[in-house]
T-cell receptor, first 116, second 114 residues
Framework: GAGVSQSPRYKVAKRGQDVALRCDPI?????LFWYQQALGQGPEFLTY????????KSGLPSDRFFAERPEGSVSTLKIQRTQQEDSAVYLC??????????????FGQGTRLTVV | QKEVEQNSGPLSVPEGAIASLNCTYS??????FFWYRQYSGKSPELIMS????GDKEDGRFTAQLNKASQYVSLLIRDSQPSDSATYLC??????????????FGAGTRLAVHP
């Protein structure tokens, strides 16, 4: 596709429900990032994939958060037993080459998760 | 202390004026610096990147970097109402593993009024 595609755009979950957020990066992009953006804040790093390898998951807030990219393209961020504090916009970004300084990271439109 | 700090604003400037947006960062070893623009309800969009001390110009935008002072700024000349958005400063931390993991500030809201 022409850009990074995320689905769903909006998700309302009842507290305790599991959710899965999908990211379809730009074709051929090696690097894929997940960020969490709370209202009025900047995005915060969650996790990084280089192809199918998850090289950095230091930003995942708890073991309820899990991400995968099994074939090195589409990625899924899963949140188990959602809590109200998980309400945020979840942004996915991809870039072509991790080592090339200046490689632009393209962001998707995000998934707005509201936990009620 | 936050790793990347920005004044939340709003910064209000008249159309045609210069808007000056500032950012400080705490990781002295940071090497890559970015300015993203984010319209309300939209995703961040890269508008400038800078890696060495000094100025970098691109159209109406100029990024300025001073590593000794751990300070990066963005100037927008001839501001237009369409520039009204939140501007996010982002840096790559020292030990990023060779990939462009970004640490963002909270953003500065810019409002350009006619």
């Amino acid at each position: 596709g022409a850009g990074v595609s995320q689905s769903p755009r909006y998700k309302v979950a009842k507290r305790g429900q599991d959710v899965a957020l999908r990211c379809d990066p730009i074709s051929g992009h090696v690097s894929l990032f997940w960020y969490q953006q709370a209202l009025g804040q900047g995005p915060e790093f969650l996790t990084y994939f280089q192809n199918e390898a998850q090289l950095d998951k230091s930003g995942l807030p708890s073991d309820r958060f899990f991400a995968e990219r099994p074939e090195g393209s589409v990625s899924t961020l899963k949140i188990q037993r959602t809590q109200q504090e998980d309400s945020a916009v979840y942004l996915c970004a991809s870039s072509f080459d991790r080592t090339h300084q200046g490689t632009e990271a393209f962001f998707g439109q995000g998934t707005r998760l509201t936990v009620v | 202390q936050k790793e990347v700090e920005q004044n939340s604003g709003p910064l209000s400037v008249p159309e045609g004026a210069i808007a000056s947006l500032n950012c400080t960062y705490s990781d002295r070893g940071s090497q890559s610096f970015f300015w993203y623009r984010q319209y309300s309800g939209k995703s961040p969009e890269l508008i400038m990147s800078i890696y060495s001390n000094g100025d970098k110009e691109d159209g109406r935008f100029t990024a300025q970097l001073n590593k000794a002072s751990q300070y990066v700024s963005l100037l927008i000349r001839d501001s237009q109402p369409s520039d009204s958005a939140t501007y996010l400063c982002a840096v790559t931390p020292t030990f990023s593993g060779g990939y462009n993991k970004l640490i963002f500030g909270a953003g500065t809201r810019l409002a350009v009024h006619p």
